[in-house]
């Protein structure tokens, strides 16, 4: 199985501050069909499902903020909230989708500091 | 826009069968995507279970291979789990999914909990 890494578990940072949660794969997960790399980004708050952030490493989806964005290629990955908002503060995993299994992140919960 | 919705026992006993529907409504459920089941436990994250196709096409999780069954009833638009002989790590709340093209998942049920204990 591909093993998804995030860092850190767990960070807190101030309103309108960074922060940034990184993804690692145990092996490439690009898609040589497409040239894409095989990972999706979620964003989960308390008594909810997952949200789709980004799939396809770094394709946006409909109503995300443009404070959210991606980076990596290879095996490293990141999504980078470029100024915190309360309405941020969730657990965010990343997923990869090139193997099955598919595998998803242990999680990283962003709190306000 | 596509809703899916969880149902079934929220309490299994250990050895016994864990069973699950997804209910679909506003996408055909035929044809066209792929179903999933993914859990969530506090433990070990989100855990993918299994996909299915049509009926004709599924992909179980190597890990829960041998005690697992997913289906579609298109008559009724739902799918199904069944898990058999589970334990308390079966202890989790179960999602369903739709498998968007390539493999992740944009739309997803509420979840359901369902506590494996006697």
């Known amino acids: 199985d591909i093993v998804m890494t995030q860092f850190p578990d767990a960070l807190a940072v101030s309103l309108g501050e960074r922060a940034t949660i990184r993804c690692t794969s145990s092996q490439t997960i690009l898609d040589s069909s497409n040239n894409n790399h095989c990972l999706a980004w979620y964003q989960q708050k308390p008594g909810q499902p997952p949200r789709l952030l980004f799939s396809?490493?770094?394709t946006r989806e409909s109503g995300v903020p443009d404070r959210f964005s991606v980076t990596g290629s290879g095996t490293n990955f990141a999504l980078i909230i470029s100024a915190l908002q309360p309405e941020d503060v969730a657990i965010y995993s990343c997923q990869q989708y090139f193997n099955v299994p598919s595998t998803f992140g242990q999680g990283t919960r962003v709190e306000i500091k | 826009q596509v809703q899916l919705q969880e149902s079934g026992p929220g309490l299994v006993k250990p050895s016994e069968t864990l069973s699950l529907d997804c209910s679909v409504s506003g996408s055909p459920i035929v044809n066209q995507y792929y179903w999933a089941w993914i859990r969530q436990t506090p433990g070990k994250g989100l855990e993918w279970i299994g996909s299915i196709y049509n009926s004709v096409s599924t992909s179980y999780n190597p890990s829960l291979k041998n005690r697992l069954t997913m289906s579609i009833d298109t008559s009724r638009s739902l799918f199904s789990l069944r898990l058999t002989s589970v334990t308390a790590a079966d202890t989790a709340v179960y999602f369903c999914?739709?498998?968007?093209?390539?493999?992740?998942?944009?739309?997803w049920g509420r979840g359901r909990l369902v506590t494996v204990s006697s």
């Open positions: 999914a739709r498998n968007d093209s390539g493999g992740f998942f944009a739309n």
């Open positions: 396809w490493a770094s």
